[in-house]
């Protein structure tokens, strides 16, 4: 049974971080690409970050880039999100997935949501004074 487990957000002040984390479990991660998608209030999920678990190759969007660090750890079958800079419009609830690493890892972080195989249950980031 393969399971995704997110933990680390929670109410952070403007300026503030945060290090999500997803353990995965059920899943031969060398295989897969692990992606961290949000979503807004009344808008659509998007990605925010994108990792290869063989290589470790990266994909950030235009709102992560420069503030936000993915990383793995094999190991512990665990990928992070590193957060600093917290702006109030990344409030949101932050999603772990997982998709068979079949392309590259800028498509794993923009295709359709129906595409990713596995979710976690989400996670509420927000971000306010």
């Known amino acids: 049974q393969v399971h995704l487990v997110e933990s680390g957000g929670g109410l952070v002040q403007p300026g503030g971080s945060l290090n999500l984390s997803c353990v995965v479990s059920?899943?031969?991660?060398?295989?897969?690409?692990i992606g961290w998608l949000r979503q807004a209030p009344n808008e659509e999920r998007v990605g925010v970050s994108c990792?290869?678990?063989?290589?470790?190759?990266?994909y950030y969007s235009d709102s992560a880039k420069d503030r936000f660090t993915i990383s793995r750890d094999n190991a512990k079958s665990t990928v992070y999100l590193q957060m600093n800079n917290l702006k109030p419009e990344d409030t949101a609830v932050y999603y772990c997935?997982?998709?068979?690493?079949?392309?590259?890892?800028?498509?794993?972080?923009?295709?359709?949501?129906?595409?990713?195989?596995?979710w976690g249950q989400g996670i509420q980031v927000t971000v306010s004074a």
């Open positions: 997935t997982a998709v068979t690493a079949w392309t590259t890892i800028d498509s794993v972080c923009t295709m359709p949501q129906y595409e990713y195989e596995y």
């Open positions: 059920g899943l031969n991660l060398g295989v897969f690409s």
């Open positions: 990792i290869q678990m063989d290589d470790g190759s990266t």
